[in-house]
Structures are given as structure tokens and as C-alpha cells.
């Protein structure tokens, strides 16, 4: 019996293989879509969840709670804090922190920029990353020591039997390499957040600037600069040690004055699992994108599911007469019901082996579009094809099961006079109506967020992002000694308009703030955190940011720098200039930027700033987060970026100049230049490739509505082929023909556009409620958009109706 019904389920399937290529095409690329997209979803929600004690692994969180105000956390910690917890809290099996340094290695005898983490000795403890050489319990157990992935003993060395061997940094210290591990997946805080494949002891010397620098942190509470991880013993409960914190920190920091009155200090625990979907400061996603991402794939699937069952309904109707023989002729329901779910689960089955070879061999461009990196063993893993095969079970019994009631269950005359069995034209319309309504939506909100972004790295910035080069690496011995020469250099080529130094440019994701209050300010009143940027005197301008009261920094004044040391001792009876953003000046509570020019601010435990300028606000992060204030301090301590503002007669040969000069009075220093635009175009990367997979997402959302358009075309044009044939002999043209069945699909398209309008502008406004600059909603994108799916519609259906329209009149009345 199942052969037989395997048999006419395979003839049928022959004799409609346009229905069937149609059925099998769109559920494949819906499959494919969902199980892409639940790859996705995996890597995104498993980040670091692969370590054997994952669950343990808590990343510490300074935290601030002051009554009356949100609360503030941090994801670095100070450099002592570590030490402490390991020390007091028996909870703690093992600490580990980790800040990352950039260092200049010699390759093959050139000098090259690298990462390196300085990590606690039982790093590998927590973070167990396979090793392929070395043993991770003793690979960092000193000073000197470094492990390295595969990828990078290969760059240096060209082989992963590299033990013993050393990396040699410009500075003359040598690094001793004490393990290889696997190259990183793309789903760990290493690869992301902190991207590293360099590990060394944290009580390693490199012999450059960095050493003092590092060792003057190891009694100082307030330098937050590094991350601190703990794991805790099997059974603790993080939440149980979150009373005893405030103590705890109170005990190490006696003496240390409160940043403000009420302010309440103490640490929190983020569960390491947590910080990818759950970010606080950096790279991350959060579970709204995440749901978004899941809700868009969904639609897709849903939409393939709706074509899918729509087509079957449609095809089983034009098999009335058959279904009344069979039942003439003996043919029992649960038979017949049996016939039409057979031939449904073997679409639905065709179709998701399809779709996993499209997922096979889309998956490696996918997976680039995102900037994520899987192993290759788990795209071919059995988990896949075990998941897809409950919903192509589901799919096939939906899109078998209502046919083949509604075609049983009528007596077999009905059938033969050729009585409505299956009706359902309602039904189609109204799917082919969610379908479109879907397409519609995703298409208004590729638009929107593509404009969003242009927007958002196009807008007022505060600067003159344009014709501005960054040169950076100037941090090292090397660069900080010749600084000024570079500087001084710069500014003999033709083409250079000025040139600045500071610690960071806009879009760095670098953030040093402080406290700040007016001497006047009542007692009581907490302190401002207002972030600070070190600079150096010609910065500003160089950057371009227009001055609004005051003056800028002047190098001719020595008397305008200042630095780290100044600061801490309350600026040795010298007054310390500083400039001020003009959200800065509101936020102190000043009345106008003239006002503020000569006024007082206090610095931290007290030190006194004078005002000497203000400037416009400058946007130095994302348009998520808008301006904030800045107060602009001249310093030299850190200067590691060298911004060049370009002249308008610069051409190729100035940068060739830039680079000459670099070469030739920093050897040792590898060059590293780019445009300040086209690094702030980094900062909206995850929203483009946001934007390119929602594209992506739309595009096929609209392929398979068509597809499932152009099936129910062919579907009518066949059910009317008699009513064809009487219009032309009654003098109806082709044209005439066509514009009755595109008037017909036009209908449900329409409607589509009705509902699609207010869904889309309800979901864009409130995606774009996250931004604080932002663009308005333009109507403009919402006409075009439906007008776009019309002509989608139309064409889909004009070509396969011209072609049935234009056949002889005497075939179709032949029909019967």
C-alpha cells in the first residue's frame, strides 16, 4: 500500500512539477534562512559558555548607588582589587585580571604592532583554551613567560613547535614562549570585546614606558584600568557575598576621601556567560537585537510556511475529479487523506534537504557578512538536520492535512458536477496578503536603518571629521622622545594645515572621567563625573572644534600644560587651565559659555582648574549615546595618537610625505595611519552589517512571496483557462486579459500596504527611540516601498498572464 501511494504521489508530483519546484524552492530558502539565523543565535548566546567552569566565572563590576541617581557601573576595576579578593573572601577559588598592552615586536627584523594580555598566573585555569603545546597550569607561572595561539606562532615563526623559542620586542626584552593554544573561536570576550592572541604574566617587564607606569598602579584605588575576573567554589552563591563588598572595599580604601556624600561603593558580579547578550560597556548584542534577529528569521520562515501551505491548497483543489473517482470507486477517507500527506511530507522533506545544502553553501558567506567565525564540524553536526526535521514534519502535515479533509469530505457527485470542494479563495488572499504585509515591513526597516546609520556617522560631530589623518603607536619610548620632532616635521610639508597629539581621537571607546564640582557648589551636593581628555596644545585645533568664549591651548604659554603629577598635588600653588564643552557648562550649572571663561572648578580631592575657553560639544562615542560633557585638560603624560589636518591642496604626495617622515625619524615604530572618517565608520559597523542581514532577510522574504505570487497566478490562470478562451472570442485583448489577473493579486497587495504602514512605523520608532540623534520617519520611504512591492507584484504576475492570455482561444475552450 505505502509503495502505491509512493508511487502516485511521485506521478503527481511529476505531472505539477512547476507547483512542486515552486514548493520545494520556497520552503528550502526559508529553512535555509532559519537555520542560518539559528546558528547565529547559538554563537550569540554561547559566548564563553565553553569552558569547564563557565558557570563559575564571574567578571567584577565597580559599582555606584547614590540616592536619587540611576546607578553606575564599570567593567574595569583597580589594579590592587584583585589581590584583595583572592585574599579575603575564601568564596574565591581563583582570580585573574587582565589589561592588554600594546608592545613592538621584531619580525623577521621589522618592527610590528601587536596585542598582549597581562594576565594572572592561573589564567588557563579559568579560561581553558585547548593547548596544542606547553602545560596551561604552568605556562604563565612567571615573568617573562608567553602563550600564543596557533595563528600567531605561525606569523612569527612559521610553525607551531615553538617552545623555548622567544619574541624579541624593540625594546630589547625577550619573551619566552611557554605554550601554543588553538586559534580562538569567534565567540569569546578574546575575540570581541578584548581581542587577543598574546597572553603573558601580568608581572612581566617590557622595558618601555609601560613598566613604571603599571607598577605605580599597585596601591592606587582609584585608577580603574583593567578587568578582574573570579571564579567562585562549587556551591557559592554570588549573591551572598554582595553585603560584605561594601566593607570590604571600605576596609582597603580607609582614608581615601568619599567621592560624595551617600554615595554608597561596592562590587558586583556579571556571570561570565552573561556579558555578551547582557553589555555594559564595549562590544556586545543586546537581547533585544537578539529577539529582533530571531522575530525577522521567523517572519521569513513564516512566510516560506504560508507559501508552502497556500500552494498545496491550491493544487489539491484542481484534483476534485480525481478524488470523486476514487471515492466511486471504493476509495476510503483515511486513504485519501493518507495520499495527500504522503505527497506533502515529500515536498516538505525535498525541501529541507535543500535547504540544508543551501545552508552548506551559503553559511561561509553568511558568516563573513556577520564577522563571526564557526567551526566547520558544527555546520555538517546531526543537531542540524535533528532540528529541521521537526518542522519539516509539522510543515508537510499542515500543508497536506487541511486539503485533504476539505477534498474528502464531500460526497463524490458534489465533486463531479464540479461543486466548490475546497473553496479557500478568502484564504489564499488573505495569505498572500501576510506575506506581502511581511515583505513590506522588512522592506521599509532595511531603509530606515541603512539611512540611520549614514545619519548617524554623517551628523554634526562637533569636528571636522574630514581631511583629518590619525598616526598612532607614539605611546612607546621611541614615539614619546620624538613626539615634537614628528610634530615639527609634520608641519614643514606642504599640505599640512596643523598638527596635534593627545591620548585618544573620537571613536577610541576609551573613556577617562573624573569628578568635578564649583567651589560654591552646597555641601552635600555629589560631585559631577565628567569625562576628561588629554591633549596637547595644538590639538584642538587640529581637530577642528569650534571655540565659542575664551581662547584655546597655547603652545607660546608653557604655563597651559599640565600633568598627572599636578594634578594629584592640587597644582603646587599654580593654576591649571582647563577648557570646557558647552554640555559641560550646563551640567556645572553655568549660565553661558561667556560666564563661565575665568570661573573655578574643582578637581577630584581638590585641586583648583581654571576655565580659559569653551568649545562645542564633540561626539566621541556612538549617536546612541549623544554628547557628553568634556572638560579638555593640556597634558603630555600620555600622548599617543598624532592627529594631521590635512590642507585642501593635500594630495597623494603629502601622505607619501607623512609617511617618509614617520620612517625616517621613528624606525623602530611601525607606521599606522588611517582617516579619522573612516575609523568613526567603525563605530557603526555592527549597525551596516545589521543593516546588510536585514537586506538580506528582506530580499528573500520578497523572493519567496513572488515565488509563491507566481504559483497561485498559475494556479488561476489554469482554473480559468475556460473563462480565457470565452473573453477572446468575445474580442477581449492579451492586455485586457492580463489586467484582470494582475487587478486580482493587486487586490491582497494593497490591502498588505494598509497594514504594513503602521506595523513598520510603530517598530522603527521605537528602534530609533535608541539613539539620541536620530533621523525622522520619512512617508517618502513608506510610498516607495509599497510602491515597490506593486511592481514586485505585477511583474510576477503580468509575465506568466501575457503568456497564458496569448494562447489560441480554440486550446483553451478545448480545455474540458
Known amino acids: 500500500m505505502l509503495l502505491n501511494y509512493l508511487r502516485v504521489a511521485f506521478r503527481v508530483l511529476v505531472r505539477q512539477r512547476l507547483y512542486a519546484a515552486l514548493n520545494v524552492a520556497g520552503l528550502a530558502l526559508g529553512i535555509a534562512t532559519a537555520a542560518m539565523m539559528a546558528l547565529f543565535v547559538w554563537h550569540e548566546t554561547h559566548f564563553d559558555g565553553f569552558y569547564r567552569d563557565a558557570g563559575r566565572i564571574f567578571r567584577v563590576l565597580p559599582a555606584q548607588y547614590l540616592p536619587g541617581h540611576e546607578p553606575s557601573r564599570m567593567t574595569v576595576t583597580a589594579k590592587p582589587l584583585g589581590p584583595v579578593l583572592a585574599a579575603d573572601l575564601p568564596e574565591v577559588e581563583a582570580m585573574v585580571r587582565v589589561v592588554r598592552h600594546t608592545v613592538v615586536l621584531r619580525d623577521k627584523g621589522a618592527p610590528v604592532e601587536d596585542r598582549v594580555a597581562l594576565v594572572d598566573a592561573p589564567f588557563f585555569r579559568l579560561f581553558d583554551f585547548p593547548f596544542l603545546a606547553g602545560d596551561p597550569a604552568t605556562a604563565l607561572a612567571g615573568p617573562g613567560t608567553v602563550v600564543l595561539t596557533e595563528g600567531q606562532a605561525r606569523r612569527y615563526f612559521g610553525t607551531t613547535e615553538v617552545l623555548g623559542r622567544t619574541l624579541t620586542l624593540t625594546s630589547g626584552a625577550g619573551l619566552m614562549v611557554t605554550g601554543v593554544v588553538r586559534d580562538l573561536p569567534s565567540n569569546t570576550l578574546f575575540s570581541r570585546e578584548m581581542p587577543t592572541q598574546i597572553w603573558t604574566n601580568i608581572a612581566t617587564k617590557f622595558q618601555d614606558g609601560w613598566d613604571p607606569l603599571f607598577a605605580d598602579k599597585d596601591t592606587r584605588w582609584r585608577d580603574e584600568f583593567l578587568q578582574t575576573f573570579v571564579m567562585l567554589r562549587p556551591g557559592v552563591d554570588p549573591a551572598a557575598l554582595a553585603p560584605r563588598f561594601p566593607a570590604l572595599l571600605a576596609a582597603h580604601r580607609e582614608g581615601m576621601e568619599a567621592v560624595a556624600p551617600g554615595l554608597v561603593e561596592t562590587l558586583e558580579l556579571q556571570p561570565l556567560t552573561a556579558m555578551h547578550i547582557e553589555p555594559i560597556e564595549g562590544r556586545g548584542i543586546s537581547p533585544v537585537t537578539l529577539a529582533g534577529f530571531v522575530g525577522v528569521a521567523g517572519l521569513v520562515l513564516a512566510i516560506a510556511v504560508v507559501n508552502f501551505v497556500n500552494l498545496s491548497t491550491a493544487r489539491s483543489s484542481l484534483r476534485a475529479r480525481e478524488v470523486a473517482i476514487r471515492k466511486t470507486l471504493g476509495g476510503r477517507r483515511g486513504q485519501l487523506v493518507a495520499q495527500f500527506l504522503l505527497e506533502s511530507l515529500l515536498l516538505a522533506l525535498v525541501a529541507g534537504l535543500l535547504g540544508l545544502v543551501l545552508v552548506e553553501l551559503a553559511m561561509p558567506r553568511f558568516l563573513n557578512l556577520l564577522n563571526v567565525r564557526l567551526d566547520a564540524g558544527f555546520l555538517s553536526g546531526a543537531w542540524l538536520l535533528a532540528a529541521i526535521s521537526p518542522l519539516v514534519l509539522i510543515v508537510g502535515l499542515v500543508g497536506g492535512l487541511y486539503p485533504a479533509y476539505a477534498l474528502s469530505r464531500p460526497r463524490p457527485t458534489d465533486l463531479l458536477r464540479g461543486s466548490r470542494a475546497t473553496g479557500g479563495g478568502r484564504l489564499r488572499a488573505a495569505l498572500v496578503m501576510l506575506q506581502f504585509t511581511v515583505a513590506i515591513v522588512l522592506g521599509i526597516a532595511t531603509v530606515v536603518i541603512g539611512q540611520?546609520?549614514?545619519?548617524?556617522?554623517?551628523?554634526?560631530?562637533?569636528?571636522?571629521?574630514?581631511?583629518?589623518?590619525?598616526?598612532?603607536?607614539?605611546?612607546?619610548?621611541?614615539?614619546?622622545?620624538?613626539?615634537?620632532?614628528?610634530?615639527?616635521?609634520?608641519?614643514?610639508?606642504?599640505?599640512?594645515?596643523?598638527?596635534?597629539?593627545?591620548?585618544?581621537?573620537?571613536?577610541?571607546?576609551?573613556?577617562?572621567?573624573?569628578?568635578?564640582?564649583?567651589?560654591?557648589?552646597?555641601?552635600?551636593?555629589?560631585?559631577?563625573?565628567?569625562?576628561?581628555?588629554?591633549?596637547?596644545?595644538?590639538?584642538?585645533?587640529?581637530?577642528?572644534?569650534?571655540?565659542?568664549?575664551?581662547?584655546?591651548?597655547?603652545?607660546?604659554?608653557?604655563?597651559?600644560?599640565?600633568?598627572?603629577?599636578?594634578?594629584?598635588?592640587?597644582?603646587?600653588?599654580?593654576?591649571?587651565?582647563?577648557?570646557?564643552?558647552?554640555?559641560?557648562?550646563?551640567?556645572?550649572?553655568?549660565?553661558?559659555?561667556?560666564?563661565?571663561?575665568?570661573?573655578?572648578?574643582?578637581?577630584?580631592?581638590?585641586?583648583?582648574?581654571?576655565?580659559?575657553?569653551?568649545?562645542?560639544?564633540?561626539?566621541?562615542?556612538?549617536?546612541?549615546?549623544?554628547?557628553?560633557?568634556?572638560?579638555?585638560?593640556?597634558?603630555?603624560?600620555?600622548?599617543?595618537?598624532?592627529?594631521?589636518?590635512?590642507?585642501?591642496?593635500?594630495?597623494?604626495?603629502?601622505?607619501?610625505?607623512?609617511?617618509?617622515?614617520?620612517?625616517?625619524?621613528?624606525?623602530?615604530?611601525?607606521?599606522?595611519?588611517?582617516?579619522?572618517?573612516?575609523?568613526?565608520?567603525?563605530?557603526?559597523?555592527?549597525?551596516?552589517?545589521?543593516?546588510?542581514?536585514?537586506?538580506?532577510?528582506?530580499?528573500?522574504?520578497?523572493?519567496?512571496?513572488?515565488?509563491?505570487?507566481?504559483?497561485?497566478?498559475?494556479?488561476?490562470?489554469?482554473?480559468?483557462?475556460?473563462?480565457?478562451?470565452?473573453?477572446?472570442?468575445?474580442?477581449?485583448?492579451?492586455?485586457?486579459?492580463?489586467?484582470?489577473?494582475?487587478?486580482?493579486?493587486?487586490?491582497?497587495?494593497?490591502?498588505?500596504?494598509?497594514?504594513?504602514?503602521?506595523?513598520?512605523?510603530?517598530?522603527?520608532?521605537?528602534?530609533?527611540?535608541?539613539?539620541?540623534?536620530?533621523?525622522?520617519?520619512?512617508?517618502?520611504?513608506?510610498?516607495?516601498?509599497?510602491?515597490?512591492?506593486?511592481?514586485?507584484?505585477?511583474?510576477?504576475?503580468?509575465?506568466?498572464?501575457?503568456?497564458?492570455?496569448?494562447?489560441?482561444?480554440?486550446?483553451?475552450?478545448?480545455?474540458?
Open 452 to 816: 540611520q546609520t549614514r545619519y548617524a556617522s554623517t551628523q554634526n560631530l562637533g569636528f571636522r571629521a574630514e581631511g583629518a589623518v590619525v598616526l598612532r603607536g607614539l605611546d612607546r619610548p621611541a614615539g614619546l622622545a620624538g613626539i615634537d620632532a614628528l610634530r615639527d616635521a609634520l608641519l614643514r610639508i606642504p599640505g599640512i594645515a596643523a598638527v596635534g597629539a593627545a591620548a585618544n581621537v573620537p571613536s577610541d571607546r576609551s573613556e577617562w572621567t573624573n569628578n568635578y564640582r564649583l567651589p560654591e557648589a552646597p555641601e552635600g551636593l555629589p560631585d559631577l563625573l565628567i569625562r576628561t581628555e588629554q591633549v596637547d596644545t595644538d590639538y584642538l585645533q587640529a581637530l577642528g572644534v569650534p571655540l565659542r568664549a575664551g581662547r584655546l591651548f597655547d603652545p607660546a604659554r608653557p604655563g597651559d600644560i599640565t600633568s598627572h603629577a599636578a594634578l594629584r598635588a592640587g597644582g603646587g600653588g599654580v593654576t591649571i587651565p582647563v577648557i570646557l564643552s558647552t554640555t559641560a557648562v550646563r551640567r556645572l550649572g553655568l549660565a553661558t559659555a561667556e560666564q563661565a571663561v575665568g570661573r573655578t572648578v574643582m578637581y577630584g580631592g581638590g585641586t583648583a582648574l581654571t576655565i580659559i575657553g569653551v568649545v562645542d560639544d564633540v561626539q566621541f562615542d556612538s549617536a546612541r549615546s549623544g554628547f557628553e560633557p568634556t572638560i579638555y585638560l593640556a597634558m603630555h603624560d600620555d600622548r599617543s595618537v598624532m592627529l594631521v589636518r590635512l590642507a585642501p591642496n593635500a594630495d597623494a604626495a603629502t601622505l607619501a610625505a607623512i609617511d617618509d617622515t614617520w620612517r625616517r625619524l621613528l624606525p623602530d615604530l611601525p607606521l599606522a595611519r588611517e582617516f579619522l572618517d573612516d575609523h568613526i565608520r567603525q563605530v557603526y559597523a555592527d549597525e551596516a552589517r545589521q543593516g546588510d542581514l536585514l537586506a538580506l532577510f528582506s530580499g528573500l522574504a520578497i523572493l519567496i512571496a513572488c515565488l509563491g505570487l507566481f504559483g497561485l497566478t498559475a494556479f488561476t490562470a489554469e482554473r480559468r483557462t475556460k473563462e480565457i478562451g470565452i473573453r477572446k472570442v468575445l474580442g477581449a485583448t492579451v492586455a485586457d486579459v492580463v489586467r484582470l489577473l494582475v487587478w486580482q493579486f493587486s487586490k491582497p497587495v494593497l490591502v498588505a500596504n494598509l497594514i504594513a504602514w503602521p506595523v513598520a512605523w510603530m517598530l522603527m520608532g521605537w528602534w530609533l527611540g535608541g539613539y539620541v540623534y536620530r533621523i525622522d520617519l520619512n512617508p517618502l520611504v513608506f510610498a516607495l516601498a509599497s510602491l515597490a512591492a506593486l511592481l514586485v507584484a505585477w511583474a510576477t504576475v503580468a509575465g506568466h498572464a501575457a503568456r497564458v492570455a496569448s494562447a489560441k482561444p480554440v486550446t483553451a475552450l478545448r480545455y474540458e
